[in-house]
Antibody
């Protein structure tokens, strides 16, 4: 079974750094792009960016370029989403998604809730 | 890039059919057949229900169907059931080699 399992919920203070993870299993990790999607409380889905674990080729939405860093460690089949200095407005649910054979996303991780509050 | 445009809400009675529109531009929906749809129940992760405009993944009910005309894609739910009450999002690949989602549509079963 193809699965994406994300790290647990986080509570951090503004200005702190944070790295959340997404581990893939049940498929060839290196040959599928993995993306990240933000969902702010009560709001819709926003595509943040995507990485190809095989060579770490990465693309970002203009809205998120420079705000986050997406990386991958293919030795442990895991991708990461990182912030250097969190803001309260980064509080949201974050999903990792696998780009399937075409330009769609399946499956989705279970989500990681990030709360940034002083 | 701007989000694709979806109606905020659509409602229907059990057994009826409803259609959700998803309007983009000539840089996304209008130029690619890479439109997908996702269903999200409260507190759950989204789930793929339509890919490549009109294809259903294995296990998805055939009551869900997709289509596209010009810059607008559509999702139709026929024989509406209580379990279909959820949020629905469209997505499209873009000419910038990125993806964009719609703002989401809340479906209510009356």
């Amino acid at each position: 079974e193809v699965q994406l399992v994300q790290s647990g919920a986080e509570v951090n203070k503004p200005g702190e750094s944070l790295k959340i993870s997404c581990k893939g299993s049940g498929y060839s990790f290196n040959t599928h792009w993995i993306g990240w999607v933000r969902q702010m409380p009560g709001k819709g889905l926003e595509w943040m960016g995507i990485i190809y674990p095989g060579d770490s080729d990465t693309r970002y939405s203009p809205s998120f370029q420079g705000q986050v860093t997406i990386s991958a460690d293919k030795s442990i089949s895991t991708t990461f989403l990182q912030w250097n200095s969190l803001k309260a407005s980064d509080s949201a649910m974050y999903y990792c998604v696998r780009q399937d054979r075409g330009n769609w996303f399946d499956p989705w991780g279970q989500g990681t809730l990030v709360t940034v509050s002083s | 890039q701007s989000a694709l445009t979806q109606p905020a809400s659509v409602s229907g009675s059990p057994g009826q059919s409803i259609t959700i529109s998803c309007t983009g531009t000539s840089s996304d929906v209008g130029v690619y057949n890479d439109v997908s749809w996702y269903q999200q129940h409260p507190g759950k992760a989204p789930k793929l229900i339509i890919y490549d405009v009109r294809n259903r993944p294995s296990g998805v009910s055939d009551r869900f169907s997709g289509s596209k005309s010009g810059n607008t894609a559509s999702l139709t739910i026929s024989g509406l059931q209580a379990e279909d009450e959820a949020d629905y999002y469209c997505s499209s690949y873009t000419t910038s080699s990125t993806w964009v989602f719609g703002g989401g549509t809340k479906v209510t079963v009356l």
